[in-house]
């Protein structure tokens, strides 16, 4: 019976970090407020390892569902085929600016798609920063900034950002309206504000990237769907980091741990896959603001649950 409820409570961390991962309200920051009421009874270091490692199943998501726009390998002809299609259906806008992007490499039988190569190039870059902070500074992070105040004031200051942000982009024609056009300095700069999420928790990872996209004039759509992509080396890099360690130190899971980490992971898989439709969907239509006001009032609920716990 114990085992069942742990099982369950799996579960409920998997629905959590689906959801929250890919909505700008911060995965971590609700991660760790699930954890103050709902306990899964295993080692504090098999939890710390649980936090970051379930990610994986919520990144699979973005993998499976934008495979075509993130795989640069291809059967020769096939993509040939491709190359014609995109090129029949393409507007006069975008026929000027995407013979290049549309070009192949044909190597034997199978082809390098230039377009897909150059768009992990500039993932790389924008992860960079990010990657050289979580290196150096992750154990302190860990130990300071891992608690409820930090988490509260991240998310009032981000979703106070956002209702700010968006009000003045009202009426303002984006200037990045497709992936293909981000350049370089657009990329750097989102990727130093992904660095406000890796240090600051409650932050979202996926909400510091769309405030900075949004700051520099990229579309909702185009903010979003880099900021997925951004996810994919960050969380497995993360992942791969945390288990390092929990070998290092000698540690290895129990049977029941691995259960538990596993049925977490595809539950934030399904619901991954759920929860990037739906935000797709909802933002060729809204803003961001309800997601700050959410913000916002959690971040204020979380200060007074603070208080009066202590």
């Known amino acids: 019976m114990q085992t069942f409820i742990e099982i369950l409570k799996s579960i409920l961390f998997g629905i959590v970090e689906g959801v929250t991962e890919w909505l700008p309200i911060s995965s971590t920051g609700h991660m760790i407020i699930l ?27 973005v993998v499976v569902l934008f495979w075509e726009k993130i795989w640069p390998f291809g059967l020769t002809a096939n993509a040939a085929r491709a190359k014609r299609g ?9 026929r000027r600016g995407s013979k290049e992007a549309a070009d192949i490499i044909p190597l034997g039988g199978i082809c390098i798609k230039t377009d897909i190569m150059i ?5 790389l870059i924008a992860c960079l920063p990010a990657v050289v902070i979580g290196l150096l500074f992750d ?44 350049d370089y300095l657009t990329v750097v700069l989102i990727g ?15 909400g510091a990237t769309i405030i900075g996209a949004l700051l520099l004039g990229v579309a909702r759509p185009v903010a979003a769907e880099f900021t997925f992509y951004l ?20 540690l290895s899971f129990t049977g029941m741990e ?34 700050g006001i959410y913000r916002i009032a959690l971040g204020l609920l979380l200060f007074l649950y603070f208080f009066i716990k202590h």
């Not at 306990?39 to 919520?58: D, H, P, S, Y």
């Not at 995109?86 to 975008?94: I, L, N, S």
């Not at 739906?278 to 603001?289: A, D, G, P, Q, S």
């Open 86 to 94: 995109r090129r029949d259906d393409a507007g006069e806008d975008q």
């Open 139 to 182: 154990d302190w992070i860990d130990e300071h900034l891992y608690n409820f105040p930090c988490v509260a004031g991240a998310l009032i200051f981000f979703g106070i950002l956002f209702i700010i942000i968006e009000k003045r982009n009202e009426g303002k024609k984006p200037r990045v309206r497709s992936v293909a056009r981000l």
């Open 35 to 61: 954890d103050e009421f709902v306990k899964l009874n295993v080692r504090e270091e098999f939890w710390n390892l649980f936090l970051v490692v379930i990610q994986l199943g919520a990144i699979l998501a």
């Open 258 to 291: 691995g259960v538990f980490l596993l049925v977490g992971c595809v539950v934030a898989y399904v619901v991954s896959v759920l929860v990037i439709k739906f935000l797709m969907e909802y933002i060729k239509k809204h803003n961001f603001i309800p997601f």
């Open 231 to 250: 996810g994919i080396p960050v969380m497995f890099g993360a992942s791969f980091l945390k288990v390092l360690k929990f070998v290092k130190a000698g």
């Open 119 to 123: 768009l992990w190039i500039k993932i």
């Open 192 to 206: 130093v504000f992904q660095v406000l999420a890796a240090v600051f928790p409650g932050t979202s990872r996926s």
